[in-house]
């Protein structure tokens, strides 16, 4: 068998997700505390949702300490472990990734607050990866953030997570002396943290846990304030 026909190595996703008690502060002037708690957790389990209907995906690894994303993922037979998560998103990518590297493993591994996504637009970004070693990756929609990454092998190139990541990213992988490869996904490009971002989300019809949350809590402040 040539290179060229070697199949891929297993893939799996890795989610790191923060606990949901001050989830999306930047939120704040237009949904309370509790408010944001739901709207989060919607969220999460959105794209729990796309990413248990991936075949291609060995398996979802949630790194988490929060007691509701810890039964949220449990419930779709997927693995929680806590190590990594008080590391922030980077720690909490890379302690995982490095256990799948040791065992010749690719990672996957995305936010959880990309409620448009879906286990048809996550295959799609799957399906442009490259043999390894190679760094594919999804921009968030201002090309600041990175939204997807796949990793081949899990350790290929160094993460770095922030809100201006998606450059940096892109100079680690040719440091590593791969060719980044670009893949732009809509759904997967909008994350919610801003009032801009939430208007842009409402913009998309869409069936999904978190659009019916705001849409029914935006309503209740409307009719709040008339009153």
Same mark, same amino acid.
């Given at each position: 068998?040539?290179?060229?026909?070697?199949?891929?190595?297993?893939?799996?996703?890795?989610?790191?997700?923060? +606990?949901?008690?001050?989830?999306?502060?930047?939120? !704040?002037?237009?949904? *309370?505390?509790?408010?944001?708690?739901?709207? /989060?957790?919607?969220? #999460?389990?959105?794209?729990?949702?796309?990413?248990?209907?991936?075949? +291609?995906?060995?398996?979802?690894?949630?790194?988490?300490?929060?007691?509701?994303?810890?039964?949220?993922?449990?419930?779709?037979?997927?693995?929680?472990?806590?190590?990594?998560?008080?590391?922030?998103?980077?720690?909490?990518?890379?302690?995982?990734?490095?256990?799948?590297? !040791?065992?010749?493993?690719?990672?996957?591994?995305?936010?959880?607050?990309?409620?448009? &996504?879906?286990?048809?637009?996550?295959?799609?970004?799957?399906? /442009?990866?490259?043999? /390894?070693? *190679?760094?594919? #990756?999804?921009?968030?929609?201002?090309?600041?953030? *990175?939204? /997807?990454?796949?990793? @081949?092998?899990? %350790?290929?190139?160094?993460?770095?997570?922030? %809100?201006?990541?998606?450059?940096?990213?892109?100079?680690?992988? +040719?440091?590593?002396?791969?060719?980044?490869?670009?893949?732009?996904?809509? *759904?997967?490009?909008?994350? #919610?943290?801003?009032? %801009?971002?939430?208007?842009?989300?409402? !913009?998309?019809? @869409?069936?999904?846990?978190?659009?019916?949350?705001?849409?029914?809590?935006?309503?209740?402040?409307? &009719?709040?304030?008339? @009153?």
């Amino acid at each position: 068998m040539t290179a060229e026909m070697k199949p891929f190595p297993p893939l799996w996703a890795v989610i790191p997700i923060k +606990e949901t008690r001050q989830a999306k502060q930047r939120l !704040a002037g237009l949904l *309370s505390p509790v408010e944001r708690q739901k709207f /989060a957790q919607a969220m #999460i389990e959105d794209v729990l949702d796309a990413l248990a209907d991936v075949p +291609e995906l060995a398996g979802v690894v949630v790194v988490t300490v929060d007691p509701a994303v810890i039964e949220f993922a449990r419930r779709r037979g997927m693995t929680v472990t806590g190590r990594g998560a008080y590391d922030g998103h980077t720690g909490a990518v890379t302690v995982t990734a490095r256990e799948f590297a !040791a065992k010749g493993c690719a990672v996957l591994t995305m936010p959880a607050d990309i409620p448009l &996504v879906t286990a048809r637009d996550i295959r799609a970004v799957i399906a /442009a990866r490259k043999a /390894a070693p *190679s760094f594919t #990756i999804v921009p968030a929609r201002d090309f600041q953030g *990175s939204n /997807a990454v796949i990793l @081949s092998p899990a %350790d290929a190139v160094p993460l770095r997570f922030g %809100d201006n990541s998606f450059y940096p990213h892109l100079a680690a992988a +040719e440091a590593a002396g791969i060719t980044p490869n670009v893949v732009r996904c809509a *759904s997967i490009e909008l994350d #919610i943290d801003t009032p %801009d971002d939430l208007d842009a989300f409402q !913009a998309v019809p @869409s069936d999904t846990r978190a659009a019916k949350l705001v849409a029914r809590l935006l309503r209740a402040h409307l &009719v709040q304030g008339a @009153s």
